[in-house]
């Protein structure tokens, strides 16, 4: 029985004592109802359903430059009637303070992913039919989501939702619905000091922020993650126990440590098989390490970085100081150019001999625009190294005008060793063929990209980088090189 303001309005005499204590008991449970799952602000005169949607929403998803994604399924065409009605209801609740995005045109394309979505279903088979559409293209599947069931939920129904989240990697999710005859909502992680990579359900107490959207990357409770890498010294350097376990070292396997360390998960290191590095991507046929990510065999990769675009390169220096430095420098130069005409001819030395180009697979592109130097260009093996075992042989053979193409600081790695056993080292070529920057590679659904990043972050601004390209380089000062190698745990303390 529920008394509305139609049925009160019929009755124009006087109630009877009995009939106002009726209506204020059925008021009272209905609000003790809606604040069981909401905060202590929300209306009794509506829907608990109502309610606890339009508080979430409040909540978690308001953002001044994302509309919320609103998507609706349903296996009945009374349920599809009592969706419609529930997002009047809530719309009307929440009074323009949050833009509602009510599903999309045929053939539209959003300009960025989907970072707040709502699915609005009656039964798990609904749920179903919008989980196949979900896509990287159409959903940030980092952002926030909300499942809403119109129908009767129990608990093995959530349990099947978050298990297909999951296989996405989609783990900022809130499942809420009527179960045991009262309204509850649900999260879950995915690790846990119980186990790893499996669902685990937690009831949400009450309507907060860290309580539904907790970010669940801060520790991984020592779950094992699998990383690619493979020898490239001196930013990674295999070491291969008796057991054939890989140790990673090098200044990329000292920030995996420092990872290690702060997020609490122990790094399992693979290598690419069959001698392959980095591989091409295709669609059927990758090879290397992207294969490996491509086919989600590993969590992570570590390879080389993209090279820095030609807009980056002009303007990653943002301070005024060096800008106007810069604009110094250039001033300078196009005068002694105009006086003196001072070019370097190191590249053009090279050219004018017989020597061969030694480049890895990758680095060939590099040489396209020069059909001189391409037709002169010999690929490296495929096999670990590969630099620096090249340079070992020039080392030996100081009569070949032959070249290799390395970054510097593997060359810089090489003759610190070798100025160490009291040899020569190799003369490098003072003109730059491109710039990388390191990097780390995920599989496109990956939950760990955006935490990765607030700690290499901090890293780097901690100053560590640059310590650890100077250890394995052999650019560090007297002073620097007697204060001995930082620990992993004063590192992470010092972060």
């Not at 202590?40 to 909540?59: D, F, G, K, M, R």
């Not at 999309?104 to 196949?132: C, H, I, T």
């Not at 045991?180 to 879950?188: D, H, R, S």
Request: hydrophobic residues 40%.
């Amino acid at each position: 029985m529920h008394l509305n303001e139609d049925s009160l309005s019929r009755n124009r005499g006087i109630p009877s004592f009995t009939a106002i204590k009726q209506n204020v008991s059925l008021l009272l449970i209905a609000y003790l109802s809606a604040v069981t799952s909401s905060p202590e602000s929300i209306s009794p005169s509506v829907s608990p359903q109502v309610n606890v949607t339009a508080a979430v929403l409040l909540e978690a998803f308001q953002d001044p430059f994302a509309s919320v994604h609103v998507a609706q399924g349903s296996i009945s065409e009374r349920s599809a009637q009592f969706q419609a009605d529930l997002l009047d209801d809530v719309i009307a609740q929440l009074e323009g303070s949050i833009v509602l995005r009510l599903g999309s045109a045929p053939g539209e394309l959003p300009r960025r992913p989907w970072l707040l979505n709502v699915f609005l279903v009656d039964s798990y088979m609904a749920f179903s039919k919008q989980y196949s559409m979900l896509n990287a293209n159409w959903h940030d599947f980092s952002g926030r989501y909300l499942v809403i069931f119109s129908e009767e939920l129990v608990e093995k129904v959530v349990r099947k939702v978050f298990n297909d989240l999951w296989k996405l990697q989609i783990v900022n999710v809130v499942v809420m619905g009527f179960a045991e005859q009262k309204f509850i909502l649900w999260t879950y992680f995915a690790f846990s000091g119980r186990a790893c990579r499996m669902v685990h359900l937690r009831r949400i107490s009450k309507i907060d922020l860290g309580e539904m959207y907790p970010d669940k990357t801060t520790s991984f409770h020592g779950c094992l993650f699998k990383v690619a890498a493979f020898e490239t010294r001196p930013y990674t350097i295999m070491h291969r126990s008796p057991n054939k376990k890989l140790k990673l070292s090098g200044f990329e396997g000292d920030i995996l440590d420092v990872l290690e360390e702060k997020l609490k998960f122990r790094a399992l290191i693979y290598e690419p098989p069959n001698g392959e590095q980095w591989g091409y991507p295709s669609e059927h046929n990758s090879t290397g390490i992207i294969r490996m990510i491509y086919k989600e065999e590993v969590d992570f990769g570590l390879p080389k970085g993209r090279p820095y675009t030609p807009l980056e390169k002009l303007t990653r220096p943002l301070s005024a100081g060096v800008w106007m430095l810069t604009g110094t420098i250039l001033l300078i130069a196009f005068i002694s150019i105009g006086i003196i005409e001072l070019r370097s001819q190191t590249l053009n030395e090279i050219d004018q001999t017989d020597a061969f180009y030694y480049v890895a697979e990758s680095g060939e592109r590099y040489f396209e625009a020069f059909p001189n130097r391409l037709q002169r260009v010999r690929h490296l093996p495929q096999e670990h190294n590969n630099i620096i075992r090249r340079l070992d042989w020039m080392e030996h053979h100081p009569e070949s005008p032959d070249v290799v193409m390395g970054t510097l600081d593997a060359m810089a790695h090489h003759n610190l060793l070798y100025r160490r056993k009291g040899l020569e080292p190799v003369t490098i070529c003072g003109e730059t063929i491109t710039t990388f920057s390191m990097a780390i590679y995920y599989p496109k659904k990956s939950m760990l990209t955006r935490q990765f990043n607030r700690q290499l972050q901090q890293i780097q601004a901690a100053g560590l980088i640059n310590y650890w390209i100077k250890q394995y380089t052999g650019t560090m000062s007297s002073s620097e090189s007697h204060q001995g190698a930082l620990s992993r745990d004063s590192l992470a303390m010092h972060i």
